[in-house]
C-alpha cells in the first residue's frame, strides 16, 4: 500500500512539474515573448502587416488592395492551406510578398505531441515561424531552432476575428500602431478586407511605411522588453478606463491627454479642479529617439493639440509631472514645484518607467527636482497655432 502512495504521490509531482513547464512556456514564450521577434525601431515610420492562418478565398482580395497602394505584406501560411491552393501561394510571391511559416496544422502547440509538434514546424517551410494562436509549449523555441527557424510573434493584435465594425478596430489600431509595429491580421475572416480599405490609407496618410518583415530590423526581446509586452495590455485597459485621446496619428506623435479637474498642488493660475488635461507621453516611441528627433515630434505633436484644444473649450491648461523642467520651458512651459510626497512618487514611477523603456536611469533623475510643468491654452494656441499669412512672409 505504501508502495502505491509513493507511486501515485511521484504521478501527482511529475504531473504538477509538467503542467509548470507548459504555464512558463506559455508565460515567458507568448505573454512576454522573450527571445521574439516583435517589434522593430519605434523611431522609423516601417511596420510590418503580417496575415496568418492564409491562404484563403480572402487571399486574392487582400492582395489586390495591397496592389492598389502599393505596399507589401509578409504571409505567414499554415502548410495544410498552402498544399492546397499552390495558385495563391504562387500570386503572393510573385507580387513580391514575404511567406513564412504558421506550422502545417492550426493546432496549439499545448495540444501536440512533441514528436508531433516536431513535424508540426518541420513541414512548414520559412526562415520565421509564428506558432498558432502564439501558443508555445515548452518544446517550441527549440524545435524552430534547431530547424534553423526564428519565432516571430506581433505587438499589436488587429482584433480581425471579433464581431465588431470595421471602423471601430481601425481607430483601435491606429492609436496604438507604432513606428516598428510588427500589426498580426488574418487571411481568412471577411472583415479583415474592411479593416484593410480603412486601415491602409490612414497608414500612407500618417507616414507609415508597411514593409515586408525583413525589412524591419527585428532583435530578439529581452526579458525587460518582454515586461513591456506584457505592460501593453495594462496600458489600452487604463487608455479605456480614463478616456485617453490621442494628439495626432503620425508615426512619431508622441502625446495622449487625460481630460480631469486639475488634482493640484495649487497653481499661481490654476486652483485645484480647474479643467485641464493631463500629458501623457508615449514611452515606447521617445526610447529609441534621438534628442533631435525628441524635439521635433513634441513641436509637431503640439501643433495637433490645437485641434484638441479647439474640440475640448473647457480646457484652460496641459500639465504633466516631470523632473525635466528646464528643457520643457524652451517649449513654452512654466514650472511649479511639487510637495515632497509627491516628488518621491514622481521620481519612483519615472524611474520605472526610464528603466522599462530605456534600460537606465538617469543620474539627473535623482538631483533635479521633480515639478509640475504646465502649459496653458493661450499659449499653445499662440506658440503652435496656424499664423496668419502675413506673418508667414
Known amino acids: 500500500m505504501e508502495a502505491l502512495v509513493d507511486i501515485a504521490t511521484l504521478i501527482g509531482s511529475l504531473v504538477v512539474a509538467v503542467l509548470l513547464l507548459y504555464a512558463l512556456a506559455e508565460v515567458l514564450g507568448r505573454w512576454m515573448g522573450v527571445g521574439a521577434l516583435a517589434w522593430g525601431n519605434r523611431a522609423e515610420p516601417k511596420i510590418a502587416l503580417t496575415f496568418d492562418d492564409g491562404p484563403s478565398e480572402q487571399t486574392e482580395a487582400i492582395l489586390e488592395l495591397l496592389q492598389k497602394y502599393n505596399l507589401k505584406a509578409t504571409f505567414f501560411l499554415t502548410g495544410q492551406q498552402a498544399e492546397q491552393r499552390p495558385d495563391l501561394v504562387e500570386k503572393m510571391a510573385s507580387a513580391g510578398h514575404q511567406l513564412e511559416a504558421h506550422g502545417y496544422w492550426h493546432r496549439p502547440a499545448v495540444l501536440m505531441a512533441p514528436w508531433t509538434e516536431w513535424v508540426h514546424i518541420q513541414k512548414s517551410p520559412g526562415k520565421f515561424y509564428r506558432p498558432p494562436w502564439g501558443i508555445h509549449s515548452p518544446f517550441t523555441r527549440l524545435f524552430a531552432r534547431m530547424q534553423g527557424k526564428q519565432v516571430v510573434l506581433w505587438d499589436i493584435e488587429s482584433q480581425d476575428w471579433l464581431d465588431k465594425p470595421a471602423e471601430q478596430l481601425v481607430q483601435r489600431m491606429m492609436f496604438y500602431i507604432k513606428g516598428g509595429s ?3 491580421l488574418h487571411d481568412g475572416p471577411a472583415r479583415t478586407l474592411s479593416v484593410l480599405e480603412l486601415l491602409l490609407p490612414r497608414l500612407v496618410e500618417n507616414g507609415y511605411q508597411p514593409v515586408k518583415l525583413g525589412e524591419l530590423p527585428l532583435k530578439p526581446l ?11 495590455g495594462y496600458e489600452e485597459r487604463y487608455d479605456r478606463k480614463v478616456g485617453n485621446i490621442k494628439v495626432g496619428y503620425r508615426y512619431n506623435h508622441i502625446l495622449r ?4 479637474p486639475y488634482p493640484g498642488p495649487d497653481l499661481p493660475e490654476y486652483p485645484k479642479g480647474t479643467p485641464c488635461a493631463h500629458i501623457h507621453f508615449e514611452s515606447a516611441r521617445m526610447a529609441d529617439m534621438t534628442p533631435m528627433q525628441v524635439l521635433r515630434a513634441f513641436r509637431e505633436t503640439f501643433r495637433e493639440s490645437v485641434k484638441f ?10 500639465f504633466g509631472y516631470s523632473y525635466l523642467g528646464q528643457g520643457a520651458l524652451a517649449l513654452g ?3 511649479h514645484p511639487v510637495p515632497k510626497a509627491m516628488e518621491l ?9 526610464a528603466w522599462l523603456y530605456r534600460g537606465e536611469i538617469a543620474r539627473h533623475l535623482f538631483t533635479d527636482p521633480a515639478q509640475v510643468v504646465y502649459i496653458s491654452r493661450e499659449t499653445i494656441l499662440d506658440k503652435y497655432g496656424p499664423k496668419p499669412k502675413a506673418e508667414l512672409h
Not at 529581452?222 to 501593453?232: A, C, D, T, V, Y
Not at 484644444?309 to 496641459?318: A, G, I, M, N, S
Not at 512618487?345 to 518607467?353: N, P
Open 182 to 184: 510588427v500589426v498580426l
Open 222 to 232: 529581452s526579458p525587460r522588453q518582454g515586461l513591456i509586452r506584457i505592460n501593453q
Open 257 to 260: 491627454l487625460e481630460l480631469q
Open 309 to 318: 484644444l479647439e474640440e475640448h473649450p473647457e480646457v484652460r491648461f496641459l
Open 333 to 335: 512651459f512654466k514650472t
Open 345 to 353: 512618487q514622481s521620481k519612483i514611477t519615472t524611474a520605472w518607467f
